[in-house]
């Protein structure tokens, strides 16, 4: 069932500005881009030249000051490509970095970064995760020591996206020694800085992503490089995270539909036992199944987009969608394997490589275990 509001102009032509550039741009080279494990830095100025960069973000910073619906519809016809690993990179930039730098950066700042990034010239990156502490982001240990008019950088985040590629890394930093959350700061950390060391690690899936490890080794960051204060980064890092949930759970729901449609058509065109598969009851009952399982994940999303678009309060559902479509999503790959049958197990098909990519799925940006307890942490169980 298509969301009412997409069958409206202007939604009907910004959606074909976005398909046509996804056809001719991205389409032609997902296959060599997932072979090279690569993606070209090119990619983000070319959106930018059309205008798909910063769709909603206000113009005097850069954007084009449309609503949230056209990011929706922009990361559900990126998801459509099927480049999942540069989705990632992509959504990283623009839906979790840049709204920050809208809500934080120092006109300073957005002159110097928030602009130029909008306008595709660099990635940024959001580097909290660190391998001792993982989901315990309270637990952080990389610490900025102010010394004068500078911070003093020490500590190492891992499993970072655009960490390789990116220009400015916000970074979540202990400011103060207590362990607590009022003593965590973002702060913007050059790539190009002195004693840092960044590496880009081997992933088994989301190879067009990028994902590095990063050493901060006493980086010299001049004070005025932190974003909002030195004592309220993670409750802003909290914030942010949960526009990038959403739009994740958006381009899921569109992955797995994608994903869906293409294994009924395989089902109805493979003979087996001299009738197509999808003729088979247990068969069709696990696709019936697994449509409608989709079809709850995607009305659910639009209704919690219709809220966060008005800025209503739509936190807990957001992390119920954060569990939902995403585990929604790797179940619907996961089953779409199944019913391929031995070809989708080939080291190159497509399936099989959605299929590797959508471990990350209940990992990055919150895993499940934690999103549930979070989850009944906000329903005061
Ligand atoms: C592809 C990818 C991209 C990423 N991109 C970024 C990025 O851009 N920036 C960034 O900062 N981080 C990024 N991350 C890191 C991601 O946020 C972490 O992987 C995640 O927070 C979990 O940390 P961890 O992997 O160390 O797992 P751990 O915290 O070590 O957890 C291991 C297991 O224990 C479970 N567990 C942990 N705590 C609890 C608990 N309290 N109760 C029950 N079970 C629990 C977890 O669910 C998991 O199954 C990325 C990760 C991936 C895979």
Redesign the pocket.
């Known amino acids: 069932m298509q969301y009412p509001l997409f069958s409206q102009e202007p939604y009907r032509t910004f959606r074909k500005t976005v398909r046509d550039f996804v056809v001719e741009e991205i389409e032609p080279h997902v296959d060599q881009w997932e072979r090279q494990e690569h993606f070209p830095n090119e990619l983000l100025k070319l959106m930018a030249g059309k205008n798909l960069i910063g769709v909603s973000l206000p113009k005097d910073k850069g954007g084009q000051g449309l609503s949230f619906w056209h990011e929706v519809i922009l990361a559900e016809e990126l998801a459509k490509s099927k480049l999942v690993g540069w989705a ?1 990179s992509y959504l ?1 930039h623009t839906n ?1 970095a840049l709204p920050l730098l809208v809500k934080l950066a120092s006109p300073k700042q957005q002159a110097d970064i928030l602009m130029p990034a909008v306008k595709g010239e660099f990635y940024l ?7 001792q ?5 309270v637990s952080t240990k990389t610490e900025a020591v102010l010394q004068g008019d500078k911070f003093l950088v020490s500590g190492e ?7 390789s590629v990116a220009k400015y890394l916000i970074t ?1 930093v202990r400011t103060k020694s207590d362990k607590n959350i009022w003593s965590l700061g973002l702060l913007l950390v050059p790539t190009d800085v002195d004693k840092i060391g960044i590496t880009k690690l081997k ?1 088994s ?2 190879k067009t ?1 990028d ?1 590095a490890e990063i050493k901060f080794l006493q980086c010299e960051i001049p004070k005025d490089y932190i974003l909002g204060g030195s004592q309220r980064g993670f409750y802003y890092l909290l914030n942010g995270l949960m526009r990038e949930r959403l739009m994740g759970a958006v381009a899921l729901n569109t992955l797995a539909e994608q994903v869906l449609e293409q294994t009924i058509t395989y089902l109805k065109d493979k003979v087996r036992f001299s009738e197509p598969l999808s003729r088979k009851q247990v068969i069709r009952h696990r696709v019936a199944e697994l449509a409608s399982r989709l079809e709850a994940a995607k009305q659910f999303t639009y209704n919690v987009c219709a809220g966060f678009e008005k800025e209503e309060q739509v936190d807990q559902e957001i992390i119920m969608l954060k569990i939902y479509c995403y585990e929604t999503s790797q179940d619907i790959i996961k089953e779409c394997v199944h019913l391929f049958g031995a070809e989708a197990f080939m080291q190159n098909h497509w399936l099989a490589r959605i299929y590797k990519d959508s471990q ?1 799925f ?9 999103m ?2 979070l989850l009944a942490g906000m329903m005061r169980l």
């Open positions: 990632m990283a979790m990156s959001l580097a909290a995760t660190e391998f502490n993982g989901s315990d982001l985040k891992k499993y970072i996206t655009n960490g979540l992933t899936g989301l992503s994902t990350a209940t990992l990055a940006a919150g895993t499940s275990e934690v549930r307890d």
